[in-house]
């Protein structure tokens, strides 16, 4: 089993970054694929970005552009690099590993107009 344990949301203004990451027990390199998902209130979590074993990156339509996934297989961390954040990227965002499958408690982020 795998944990996942987020951190750095918060509260920003449109237009400001902020830097998630997700750190994850065990080594990285065993994980076959990992993504970031979200939740807004009253809506479905929805899929933000993920990476594959080789490295690939996928993103979501609202995601391209402003936000980048990257890993860092020395702390076994998982970031989330989002930019020109606007208030409707407000939610809690999720990580999680596809294999073996597991999801972070989420961290909140919440960008004020």
């Known amino acids: 089993q795998v944990q996942l344990v987020e951190s750095g949301g918060g509260l920003v203004q449109a237009g400001g970054s902020l830097m998630l990451s997700c750190a994850v027990s065990g080594s990285i390199f065993s994980l076959n694929s990992m993504a970031w998902y979200r939740q807004a209130p009253g809506k479905q979590r929805e899929f933000v970005a993920s990476?594959?074993?080789?490295?690939?990156?996928n993103y979501a339509d609202s995601a391209k552009g402003r936000f980048t996934l990257s890993k860092d297989y020395a702390k076994n961390t998982l970031y989330l690099l989002m930019n020109t954040l606007k208030p409707e990227d407000t939610a809690v965002y999720y990580c999680?590993?596809?294999?073996?499958?597991?999801w972070g408690q989420g961290t909140q982020v919440t960008v004020s107009s």
């Open positions: 999680r590993s596809y294999a073996p499958a597991s």
């Open positions: 990476i594959g074993s080789s490295d690939k990156n």
